[in-house]
């Protein structure tokens, strides 16, 4: 009974829940519990075991008062404020007690223990307060790099979207009249292959820079149109040929504004146009796992990978000996098909269009290329 | 003095705003422009929350956002109205934390209707806090938590993911929710151990997990430690997987003066924080069960 003697007494106010009021009172402490009884009519408010504290908190209310919680068992939150002489007193020797409840021994080892720190537990102390810190400063840096990553995937997002932004705005500065807009300037270049090009595109294929043609089933718009018929990655372009391999549609590589891979084995394909429905296609092939690596190469920002592609990508990083194969593959393609363009748009007395206009593979698009494949290269290729 | 004419002001601006609505919606002015008289009314509450703002009404600026969201959402800017609501979140939070609920919770839907989660994971984490800090109703709090950690999940930020789903098993732990607790922290301190900027925490993740078990029930604990220790070697050496064996062991001979002994030592070198005290008081608790310390307790 010793125990239960009245440690200490601070005169404060507590605040009632029900009535959304404060009522003045004193706060008491035993070694065991804690009371409180109100100055008018001293009735006992609060009175729990110390043991059912979870949490002591220096809080403030309104902003202002600053005044103390302690969290009881059942998630009952206590609120005592205008304490005397100060809320930090009153908050350290609360904490001590109860912290006491779980060190304190009732026996004699108690001094003989507690009294003396060796130097050696103060390096310790020190030693893991410090760990402690590191392993914080860690978690945080981990944190910040995430949300670095997480910003460039952002800004590259932001960029792709300028660039649509700034084809559509230039398209619709130049008058519809006036006959030097961009906008007629690729009206030529998109009738014009579809008269030459079934011819031109089966005869040669290094010419046209023809990277890879795979059969595919092809919905247009709608999916009420379905048809079967052959898609064709250009170096300069997609063409979409139907079985008779007359061309349906051909997208300039910059015309393409967005890809979506659906599944392995599906991809869309759109042209926005402002005022006018966008020019869209779906395909399906057997093939398509082939050709996706070479789209990411040509049309990397503009890729996007729905849902479903975490399972493609998974599948694909699951062997990575294949995939460095395939991007290997599709590189030293493309760059293969920029070398015969080179020569042979040179020698044509009258290349398209296009063509004249820029080059297909920019000097640095091949540079990087031709690293790219130097890397590959000198990896082995199995590991 | 200056902010009572602060406080005049803004009303007379969010009156006048009122007008322009109601004018908005009369037929005339509904075919000549009347979405400019509806931008204007916006821009109207906009400023009159802000002048409240600075004459510290803060239920009144709360309001006045929140009528600029409403008008945003009609004139269907979806961007405009969530940054509204956001910041009439922000205003009410210090007057009427169940109204900043409210409005967080329409920024959230917004949000998510976009397809902008990490956003709408971060304002669960403010609702959260609120039901953490103002409200006291821990198991909302848990949910909003839950909620935010399965959004930055989807969106691989693990690191936040975590810190959510920490927070969930303290709270989970507190209200005795063991199981909970230990899954998700056997879950993280899994996820941790292998990234090398990360795998010093992981040894606490673990301890804390093991003494979940611990409350529970002794055999599972030691079964768990030794799981632990063969998931993750680094943890036989550590200060935490010394004191849960001496603890055991003391717990196993009902020794709570051992018991005593091994937390003194544990936390003469690092201070124990609230919630191993918390769990640690428990489990000794479990000890002194039958002796007489329990009826000191009550």
């Keep these: 009974m010793s125990r239960d003697i009245c440690v200490h007494t601070w005169p404060c106010s507590y605040y009632l829940e029900l009535e959304k009021r404060w009522i003045p009172g004193k706060l008491s402490l035993t070694s065991l519990s804690l009371k409180f009884m109100t100055d008018k009519t001293g009735d006992t408010l609060v009175n729990f075991p110390l043991s059912s504290i979870i949490e002591i908190k220096k809080e403030a209310s309104q902003f202002i008062f600053s005044s103390l919680t302690i969290l009881e068992k059942d998630h ?6 205008s304490l005397q002489p100060g809320r930090n007193v009153v908050f350290h020797v609360i904490e001590h007690f109860w912290r006491e409840l779980l060190l304190s021994q009732s026996g004699a080892a108690m001094d003989a223990s507690s009294s003396h720190v060796t130097k050696g537990q103060e390096l310790t102390g020190l030693m893991a307060c410090s760990q402690k810190r590191l392993e914080d400063a860690a978690t945080v840096l981990h944190h910040q790099g995430e949300q670095l990553d997480s910003i460039a995937s952002g800004l590259d997002r932001i960029e792709c979207d300028l660039d649509v932004a700034d084809r559509l705005l230039t398209e619709l500065e130049s008058p519809s009249w006036w006959p030097f807009s961009s906008k007629l300037w690729k009206m030529p270049s998109d009738t014009k292959p579809s008269v030459g090009s079934s011819m031109a595109s089966s005869k040669a294929l290094g010419k046209e820079g023809i990277v890879i043609r795979v059969p595919a089933v092809i919905f247009q718009r709608t ?7 052959s898609l064709t990655v250009l170096v300069s372009g997609l063409e979409i040929h139907d079985s008779s391999s007359s061309l349906i549609h051909r997208f300039e590589k910059q015309d393409v504004d967005d890809i979506k891979i659906h599944t392995h084995y599906e991809v ?21 796992p082939e050709v996706i690596p070479i789209l990411e190469m040509q049309f990397s920002k503009k890729i ?30 493309l760059m293969d098909c920029a070398r015969l363009q080179e020569p042979s748009g040179s020698q044509e007395g009258g290349p398209l269009q296009l063509q004249m206009r820029e080059p297909l593979i920019s000097q640095g698009d091949t540079q990087e290329l031709r690293q790219v494949t130097c890397i590959r290269g000198l990896r082995p290729p199995c590991r | 003095m200056d902010n009572a004419g602060k406080e005049r002001e803004a009303v007379q601006l969010m009156a006048e705003a009122e007008k322009r609505v109601k004018a908005s919606h009369s037929f005339l002015r509904g075919l000549f422009g009347g ?36 008008l945003h959402m009609q004139l269907q800017s979806k961007h405009d109205s969530a940054t509204s609501f956001v910041d009439a979140g922000n205003a009410y939070k210090k007057a009427d934390p169940q109204e900043a609920i409210n409005c967080l919770n329409a920024a959230i839907d917004i949000y998510t209707d976009m397809g902008r ?32 950690a399965d959004y930055y999940k989807g969106e691989e930020s693990n690191s936040s993911a975590n810190k959510c789903l920490l927070k969930v098993a303290a709270y989970a732990a ?60 680094a943890f036989t050496d550590s200060r935490e ?12 001979e009902q020794n709570s003066e051992a018991y005593t002994e091994a937390v003194k030592e544990f936390d003469s070198i690092s201070r124990l924080d609230q919630w191993l005290t918390t769990m640690l008081l428990r489990i000794k608790k479990s000890i002194q069960g039958d002796g007489e310390g329990d009826g000191d307790l009550k």
Excluded at chain 1, 223 to 229: F, L
């Design chain 1, 76 to 81: 009952v939150k206590h609120w005592f404020s």
């Design chain 1, 223 to 229: 999916d009420s149109h379905v048809k079967p018929g």
């Design chain 1, 268 to 288: 869309s394909i759109r042209q926005r146009f402002t005022g006018k429905p966008d020019i869209a296609f779906r395909l399906i092939s057997a093939k398509m």
């Design chain 1, 304 to 333: 996007e990978l729905l849902e479903d592609d975490l399972m493609l990508r998974s599948a694909r990083t699951s062997s990575p000996e294949e995939k460095d194969y395939s991007v290997w593959h599709a590189a030293s393609r």
């Design chain 2, 35 to 70: 979405n400019t008289r509806i931008e204007e009314a916006c821009e109207m509450y906009n400023r009159a929350a802000n002048m409240f703002k600075m004459a510290k009404n803060w239920s009144a600026a709360g309001n006045a956002f929140c009528q600029a969201a409403k």
């Design chain 2, 117 to 148: 989660f990490t956003i709408a994971a971060k304002h669960h984490i403010t609702i959260a806090e609120i039901y953490e800090t103002e409200l006291v109703d821990i198991e909302k709090a848990i949910a909003h938590y839950e909620q935010s």
């Design chain 2, 174 to 233: 507190q209200l005795e929710q063991y199981q909970k607790a230990i899954e998700i922290y056997e879950q993280v301190g899994a996820n941790t151990m292998d990234n090398p900027l990360l795998k010093y925490s992981a040894k606490d993740y673990f301890f804390k997990a093991a003494l979940c078990h611990f409350i529970v029930d002794e055999l599972n604990a030691k079964l768990a430690l030794e799981k632990y220790e063969e998931m993750f070697p």
């Design chain 2, 241 to 252: 997987c010394k004191l849960l064996k001496k603890l055991l062991e003391a717990h196993e």
